[in-house]
């Protein structure tokens, strides 16, 4: 479990890696943007809103704009990720929230949830902190999110590194469609889920190799290992590349709002 943690402490080191996989959704058709999908789920009026795990903010924006009343704060493990946020901001565990109980209207838990030592923990610490018949919302991947690119990277990491060594996917499989039901169903009485699903449609190699980059730190190697791994990935690229326009997959975002 502390090896995990490390993991994602130094992915999370600054803003870069996680803009690097955002920006994945650029290439999707439908169009979406999960910030739209967050927003339109939010209960009305609220006055305290806690994002945590807030990352970049980038949620924050658009929920400081749509309630202008309300004291929407960002809450990160990770200083790193919070240098550029506009305050209101906090340094903090997501299984030790320093709120009291029932004080807030909503938390977000957007896309963190699988990064989280305990994570039943943490769900029972935003279930502590929401005022009665207050809202979560958490997102997730589906189980078979991006299956064609992972597989693409497990082959090149395994090549180089052995069958039995940890793969960048494992991490997010900790808390997914297949089991975030349960774990949110453990501590709110209703567990809403919405999804929406597209084809990520690029038509060169960058976007992919940028996104195997940020998961550099998920990858328990040597530079010199790395950097073989990533050469097999572009020679796997270069010849899908040489026969067709696009490089094609499903990717698909899960909420849930939790009451």
Not at 20 to 45: C, F, N, T
Not at 172 to 187: C, G, Q
Request: glycine share 6%; proline share 7%; aromatic share 8%.
């Amino acid at each position: 479990m502390a090896v995990a943690v490390e993991r994602a402490k130094g992915n999370y080191v600054h803003a870069g890696n996680l803009k690097s996989r955002a920006s994945l959704y650029d290439h999707r058709e439908p169009r979406i943007d999960p910030v739209d999908i967050a927003a339109g789920l939010m209960p009305a009026g609220p006055r305290l809103v806690l994002d945590i795990g807030c990352g970049y903010g980038r949620y924050l924006e658009r929920l400081r704009a749509d309630h202008p009343d309300a004291a929407v704060v960002g809450v990160d493990a990770a200083p790193g990720m919070l240098a550029r946020v506009e305050p209101p901001i906090m340094v903090a565990d997501a299984q030790a929230i320093p709120y009291p109980d029932g004080c807030a209207d909503a938390v977000l838990a957007m896309h963190m949830l699988y990064h989280v030592p305990d994570i039943a923990k943490a769900v029972a610490e935003f279930r502590r902190i929401l005022k009665p018949g207050g809202t979560l919302l958490v997102s997730t991947n589906a189980h078979d999110d991006m299956a064609e690119p992972y597989a693409m990277w497990a082959r090149a990491i395994r090549s180089v590194l052995g069958p039995d060594v940890f793969l960048p996917g494992d991490e997010v499989a900790k808390f997914d469609s297949a089991n975030a039901p349960a774990y949110l169903e453990a501590a709110f009485a209703s567990v809403e889920r919405f999804e929406e699903r597209g084809t990520v449609s690029v038509p060169e190699p960058g976007p992919l190799m940028d996104y195997l980059a940020s998961i550099r730190s998920y990858v328990d190697c040597d530079d010199a290992a790395f950097e073989r791994i990533v050469a097999t990935v572009e020679r796997e690229l270069d010849a899908h590349f040489a026969v067709h326009d696009r490089y094609e997959f499903e990717k698909a975002i899960v909420f849930y709002r939790c009451r």
